[in-house]
């Protein structure tokens, strides 16, 4: 491992790629894709699905791998690009802050669905346990319900028909969450998912106690054991009577969508959501790639992998989902959900249908487990990397030592600050973070990122200090996605977000105005940090005009560049240590020429 005070990297070769293969395997390729998929016209929604991925996802997801194995350091001090816009790094950290906090409650909800998961009887089945409310009834009493009531004519008796509710639903609205009336109402602390939630941030400590050089090795199971319980469910799924009437349904090709405006819109929310485009994820997992890693070819097997683990998920749920409906004997569009709802309402009632139904419940939250706990691994080493190697940079020698003590202290105070997740009202406040925070923000960033690199650093400098890292030029259709393409796509699906805005809803309940409001706000405080952190550095440029320190500020500082002298060399930057003697040859590989400009570079 080396001195304590010296920037980790990753100590196998498959470490960076597990670990980012985790991070783009989340809970949205298991409960999102496959609904959007459906209601989005089927296998046609394949093709906005691919091209938005060409288009958008993986250039930007490149443009942040290659920013973070350039420079070796976080979403924060990667940004000595131009220091004007440090504050995006900022806001990027707040946003992967904010989501970490609610995104670990999925994986609360988990731990306590693979405890139940153990119980002689399945405590979601049935209408007789004391969390059972009068409108309680079986999924063909719900369906029977519902046909009846769309197929009769509208008369008093319609209207007035009595709900019927699923038993798996009744057991996670009252018996897991205990939920109130709406935000307003948040109740008490459910002691069960407190105790969860305290277990997941252990998990989450242990696994990233040693920085990368634990949780790169934790991820050789995490990354790859859900593929194991993918195949297990799929064989199981497909061999129960109807999944191929489901499987139908998931991928028969609605062509005339794709006419509609708000298809496009849904496959580019999909991509920036599924791959986390300018979240710093994979901007933080790079900076710990040895320098001269052909970084592109990685980024384009990890952006295949993670499609193709979507496509093969909607499999998996729509072959259950088809043996659900022939159970019930109505067309699958009726037991389709998307989100919580399918994971911990639908699938679990599925699941209850088939013999040993235990076994089945508990792999399939545990496959939901491991997936969420990749995600949270990145996010959190975002927001951990980004602070030491920022304070690191102001306090050399300082604070890298403790970094294991950092996480400790970011993990303790995650969990206090999580609580109100937990209460009874605490399902709504992770949906009004989940619908605002993780939505517009990481849109607008990315425009930043396009903006930043290749318009005021310049595609000249930025193509050649790839060639430096890798060997050769970044591929023509690439530069011209980064520069051009990729930008406008991203401003034009921001444009469509606001024509096509809804409001966050859970459920029935409609979040009140003030709601909204404080959600508005959880979108815009990350933006917002860009120009405040922009004047504060600008304030601290010599200039005698507030114009001229704005102009110092956007260049690159003066140690702008990789962050080990050897590297510095080889891609034409001077040394930081002026005592550095380069080594002959200590980088050579065949057929590589060391890529040099006559650009400024300080």
Known sequence: ?????????????????????????????????????????????????????????????????????????????????????????????????????????????????MYASMWKTLPWIGCNNTWNTDQCGSIKELLANVTNVTDAPITEATTMAPKVVRASEEFFSHKVLGISDGLHDLGSVRLELLLCLFIAWVVV?????????????????????????LFILFIRGVTLPGAIDGIIFFIKPDFAKLGDLKVWRA??????????????????????NKFNKDILRSGINIVISGCCTSLFSGFVVFSILGFMA?????????????????????????????????????????????VGLDSE???FETVITSVVDELEYHYPGRFMRYKDRITFATCVISFFLGIPFIMEGGVYLMTLFDWYSAGVSPMVLGVFECYIIC????????????????????WMPLQICWKF????????????????????????????PW????????????????????????????????????????????????????????????????DFVPEVNSYSSPGYTPVLTTDSKV
């Not at 318009?455 to 970044?474: E, H, Q, S, T």
């Open 515 to 578: 709601a909204e409001g404080l959600g508005w706000f959880l979108a815009l405080v990350s933006v917002a940090v860009i120009p405040v952190v922009g004047v504060i550095v600008a304030y601290q440029q010599k200039g005698n005009s507030f114009w001229e320190r704005v102009v110092m500020a956007s260049k690159p500082a003066h140690d702008w560049g990789p962050a080990k002298d050897e590297d510095r060399v080889r891609a034409g930057y001077p040394p930081l240590n002026p």
């Open 1 to 113: 491992m080396g001195n304590d005070s010296e920037r980790q990297s990753w100590s196998g070769k498959l470490d960076f790629f597990l670990s980012a293969l985790g991070y783009f395997i989340g809970l949205g390729n298991v409960w999102r894709f496959p609904y959007l998929c459906y209601i989005n016209g089927g296998g046609a929604f394949l093709i906005p699905y691919v091209t938005m991925v060409i288009l958008a996802g993986l250039p930007l997801v490149q443009l942040e791998l290659s920013l973070g194995q350039f420079t070796s350091l976080g979403i924060i001090s990667a940004w000595k690009i131009s220091p004007l816009f440090k504050g995006v790094g900022y806001a990027i950290t707040l946003i992967c802050a904010l989501c970490s906090l609610y995104y670990i409650l999925i994986i609360t909800w988990t731990i306590y669905y």
């Open 267 to 288: 496959a580019a929310n999909q991509v920036f959501y599924s791959f986390a485009a300018a979240w710093g994820g994979m901007l933080t997992l790079a900076s710990y």
């Open 485 to 512: 393409v990729t930008p406008l796509i991203t401003m034009g699906i921001l444009i469509l977000s606001f024509v096509f805005y809804s409001p966050a809803v859970y459920g029935d309940y409609t979040f009140p």
């Open 455 to 474: 318009w005021l650093y310049g595609m000249d400098r930025f193509k050649n200090d790839v060639a430096a890292m890798i060997g050769y030029m970044p």
């Open 377 to 379: 691994f990145v996010m």
């Open 205 to 229: 400590y242990l696994c990233l106690i040693r920085g990368i050089h634990s949780s790169g090795k934790v991820v050789y199971f995490t990354a790859t054991f859900p593929f194991v319980l």
């Open 326 to 370: 022939q159970d019930a004997g109505v067309p699958v569009e009726k037991v389709v959900e998307s989100g919580p709802g399918l994971a911990f309402i639908v699938y679990p009632e599925a699941v209850s249908l088939m013999p040993c139904p235990q076994l089945w419940a508990f792999l399939f939250f545990f496959m939901l487990f491991i």
